[in-house]
């Protein structure tokens, strides 16, 4: 099937090449040029394991191309829209001006029986606005929300969990989800589960699973909050809890908490638009999730001043991580950078490693120092604090090893990623978050 794919940024990036990848032919645009460039050559923008694989052997095949031209979409049967929705300055809700840019750009090159199929994460109500437009330029408006994680985006968009497609009701919804299932047809052969729905339940899955996501996450953080005052183990509370099948063990992880470019501006945009709808009262608690998240930020920065006398000045502070969390290199609403400058502003001399977000982090915190190398970095520290739990840090790091680089063995573990009796049993004073 001939499929384009407006908007090249992460979600787009990866849809494109993975549409490719099963047999499509696919056209990704984007207004920028840098942006176009560097995807024609097979070359990611951003770190995604798998992801520059996939673009290459799509180029080579010839069923992947990529432009700055609209006009390329003409003759796809299907137009994924998959632009960003950031959320909007000075306020909570989502910004919508890249999906009305994206559709009103698409429309002078729609033909009758096309299929637009939304793919960005929007307020509920978004493709009912934007139906009329589709609709009245002979296509058809499908909302197809995308789940995929940072770190696993190839592997979910290829074989996601489930396809959701909010359809407008009749006939032509009907085909529209008959053409999707079409688009997807390994998962569907897989009998991967397709949820075929009205558009505003669609684009509510979206939101509501992202706010439950942050929801389990700020519950564990709060028990952690509790735990630090008890002298209760937050992580051995997740263990036990979590071996009860209706909670889960997954995403019981306490730290310093969610970030990204995901759940935070999406909660933060489903509160504001149930606010717009009357409701939000129905949703206060994500308020609630908001502010205990950016709670576990501070009580990090705490355990380290504490760990160190009652200041940091002038200490030299190594902190493991930028990235929002590991195989990424993504550094957007990043709890583990917020830590690292808040320790900076206190007066500490901050020395910053990380395997793939240093050069994003350094774009936008250049006063901080950073090192490439792990042991360099470690080399003098009178605290070391763990803020991205990756593989480096977590299971190839040896105690033994980093103590004799440090100048003091103090380690904060924001993420309870290391195993703390080993590191006291290497003659280190450990910290967890919501850990004795
Ligand atoms: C998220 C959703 O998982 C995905 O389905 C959606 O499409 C986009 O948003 P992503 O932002 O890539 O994906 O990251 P995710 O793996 O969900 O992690 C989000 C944040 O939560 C990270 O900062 C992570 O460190 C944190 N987290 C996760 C915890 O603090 N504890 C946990 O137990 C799990």
């Known amino acids: ?54 673009l290459t052997q799509g180029i080579e095949s010839g069923r992947l191309s990529f432009t700055t031209d609209m006009a390329q979409a003409a003759g796809a049967a299907v137009h994924f829209i998959g632009v960003g929705t950031p959320q909007q300055a000075g306020g909570y809700a989502a910004d919508l001006t890249y999906v009305n840019a994206a559709v009103d750009g698409l429309l002078p090159y729609l033909s009758e029986g096309d299929i637009v199929a939304g793919k960005s994460t929007v307020p509920v109500g978004t493709a009912a606005t934007l139906a009329p437009r589709v609709h009245e330029a002979g296509a058809t408006l499908v909302w197809n929300p995308e789940f995929l994680r940072e770190g696993w985006a190839v592997q979910d968009t290829i ?45 509510l899955v979206k939101v509501a699973a992202n706010a439950f996501l942050a929801t389990k996450i700020s519950f564990i953080n709060a028990m952690a909050e509790i735990a630090e005052v008890t002298g209760a183990d937050v992580t051995q509370l997740a263990d036990a809890i979590g071996h009860d099948a209706r909670i889960g063990r997954r995403f019981l992880g306490a730290g310093i908490g969610f970030g990204g470019g995901c759940l935070p501006k999406d909660i933060r945009a489903f509160s504001a638009r149930a606010e717009e709808l009357g409701r939000g009262e129905s949703v206060a608690f994500l308020r609630e999730m908001d502010a205990i998240n950016l709670r576990r930020r501070d009580r990090a920065v705490e355990l380290v001043v504490n760990a160190l006398g009652g200041s940091v000045f002038k200490k030299n502070i190594t902190v493991l991580g930028a990235a929002f969390k590991p195989h990424s290199d993504d550094i957007r609403d990043s709890p583990a950078l917020d830590v690292a400058v808040r320790l900076h502003g206190l007066g500490a001399w901050v020395t910053i490693t990380d395997p793939a977000a240093i050069e994003n982090a350094r774009r936008i915190h250049p006063q901080l120092a950073y090192v490439e190398d792990r042991d360099e970095a470690l080399r003098g ?56």
Not at 26 to 51: H, N
Not at 162 to 178: F, H, Q, T
Not at 184 to 189: G, Q
């Open 1 to 54: 099937m001939r499929l384009s794919v407006i908007g090249c940024g992460y979600l787009g990036a990866v849809h494109a090449a993975a549409m490719a990848s099963i047999g499509h032919d696919v056209v990704g645009i984007d207004v920028d040029v840098r942006k176009i460039a560097s995807l024609a050559q097979g070359r990611a923008p951003f770190f995604e394991p798998g992801l520059e694989e996939i």
């Open 381 to 436: 520290a009178d605290v070391v604090v763990v803020v991205t739990e990756w593989d480096e840090y977590r299971h190839q790091l040896s105690p033994h090893h980093a103590a004799g680089l440090v100048n003091g063995r103090i380690i904060v573990d924001g993420r309870n990623c290391l195993d703390a009796s080993a590191w006291r049993g290497a003659g280190w004073t450990y910290y967890g978050m919501g850990r004795p």
């Open 159 to 203: 074989d996601p969990d489930r396809l959701v497609a909010g359809v407008p009701s009749g006939s032509k919804g009907d085909r529209a989800a008959d053409v999707l299932r079409e688009v997807y047809h390994p998962s569907v052969a897989k009998e991967t589960p397709f949820i075929v729905t009205d558009y505003a339940t669609a684009e």
